[in-house]
């Protein structure tokens, strides 16, 4: 095992103990861990091969680890260049930092922020080896170090012998929870040798692995007629753009955002079911296709307030709550 490795091992064991290979508080006022750390990460119980996937959707609050604040988050620009370690036996089939299981044999690795699971191109630059790795696990917290990569990767980056090496790492989007043992990551790497653009991979691995990104799409409704809300209502209400289900007098909605990556809207979705329905609306902007992101309806304005101030504890900016009217039609004689 390399030098490199064996210092990152005794200073993460030695000063953090979590899922994987990190343990971090979520803010300075409180030191509730973070949902899958522990005081000893548990080894997946089952036999044979460890299947990819199995944890959740995980970014995550700010957190301290050694004196140093962390600040999970989702950084579709994110491209950096720094120093990488590897690891491996001391947390081969420990549960990682979303839930998932650690395997030294998959194309895997850790970061500080990044989103849990997420794929990144990774470039060793100093023999030009480049590889997609799934980032499912924290870490790591050595100097400057700003990724750990598994044995398998650091062996397809040529670097595992001599420990460390400079990398330069580019974020590319969330990866499916499951990933079938793991035919979508082979099929990342795949586009990877074939020259396809960044943000084109994910949509061309769905395709060649058979993967069908879950994302609810629904039509568009027709716009709704003008509402004026009162005066003393919260000023985050405004008039819908569409109408609510045929049926109903009236109806309100938490609007989230609109993304043109489906995959991030993937990832929302699954955030925000414990709030209530989500509704995902197909729309063509003029950048091009969108989806709108709603939750509701919701019979009042005081429910649809309440679901909009969940929304904003879970760290996403600037729900509105919206209102959209339909006329109902008058009975025939």
Known sequence: MASGFRWTVLLVTA???????????????????????????????????????GGKYHVGKPYQVAGRWFTPRDEPGYDRSGLASWYGEAFNRRRTANGE?????????????????????????????????????????????????????????????????????????????????????LAMNEQLQRGVPLNRMIAAADRDAGYATPVTVASAAPSAPAYRPPGDQPPRYETADAAPASGQGGAYFVQVGSFADPANVQRLEEQLAS?????????????????????????????????????????????????ALVEQASARP
Not at 28 to 51: E, N, Q, R, V
């Open 275 to 323: 709030v209530g329905r989500v509704q995902v609306a197909e729309l063509i902007g003029s950048t091009g296709q969108i989806y709108r992101v709603r939750l509701g309806p919701v019979a009042s304005a005081a429910e649809a307030d309440a679901m909009a101030a969940e929304v904003e504890q879970m760290g996403i900016a600037h729900p509105r709550v919206i209102q």
């Open 101 to 185: 299981y650690f395997d030294m044999e998959e194309m895997t690795a850790a970061h500080p922020t990044l989103p849990l699971p997420s794929y990144a191109k990774v470039t060793n630059l100093e023999n030009g080896r480049q590889v997609i790795v799934r980032i499912n696990d924290r870490g790591p917290y050595v100097g400057p170090r700003i990724m750990d990569m598994s044995k398998r990767a650091a062996d397809a980056l040529g670097y595992r012998n001599q420990g460390t090496t400079h990398v330069r790492v580019q974020y590319i989007g969330v990866a499916p929870l499951n990933d079938r043992n793991g035919a979508h990551l």
């Open 15 to 53: 000063g953090i103990a979590l899922a994987g290979c990190s343990s971090h508080h979520e803010s300075k006022k409180s030191a509730k861990l973070d949902p899958f750390a522990g005081t000893g990460s548990p080894y997946y119980k089952g036999t044979g091969k460890i299947p990819m996937g």
